[in-house]
């Protein structure tokens, strides 16, 4: 989004192949540091499609960028939906997305102390000035 000059953005993705359909579901996770976390990787079988997702954009801790995205998938074996793993997906032509992002907003990572996650956190910058 950087020859946007957009730092953050939210994205609503519209179907379209992908090459690689890798996403998560909760699990509890009862005596952990969490209630709740990530259950491990589940692929989805070829040929992938993303149906519908939304994802936010901005910048991890270190100013990297860093996108979270739930999304509907289908494939050989079936539909599903969850978090899409940020590493392992990969997308494919065609892929459509309506981006929306605000002048004075962004979207950085931080640390969610109720929760325990790393999560991107709106902020506000310039917010009612002239």
Do not use: K, Q
């Not at 909760?26 to 989805?44: A, C, F, K, N, Q």
């Not at 499609?49 to 990297?64: E, K, N, Q, R, Y």
């Not at 392992?88 to 996650?117: K, Q, Y």
């Amino acid at each position: 989004m950087d020859d946007l000059g957009w730092p953050s953005a939210t994205l609503l993705l519209l179907g379209g192949p992908m090459a690689h359909a890798v996403y998560h579901t909760s699990v509890l996770t009862p005596g952990g540091p969490r209630w709740i976390d990530y259950g491990p990787p589940r692929e989805v079988a070829a040929p992938a499609w993303l149906v519908m997702g939304s994802a936010t954009f901005g910048s991890g801790p270190d100013g990297t960028p860093a996108i979270h995205c739930h999304a509907v998938l289908a494939g050989a074996d079936g539909v599903f939906g969850g978090h899409l793993s940020p590493d392992l997906c990969v997308m494919g032509p065609g892929i459509v997305a309506h981006a929306t992002s605000a002048p004075n907003g962004s979207f950085r990572v931080m640390r969610d102390e109720d929760t325990g996650f790393d999560l991107l956190t709106p902020t506000l910058t310039g917010f009612g000035r002239a």
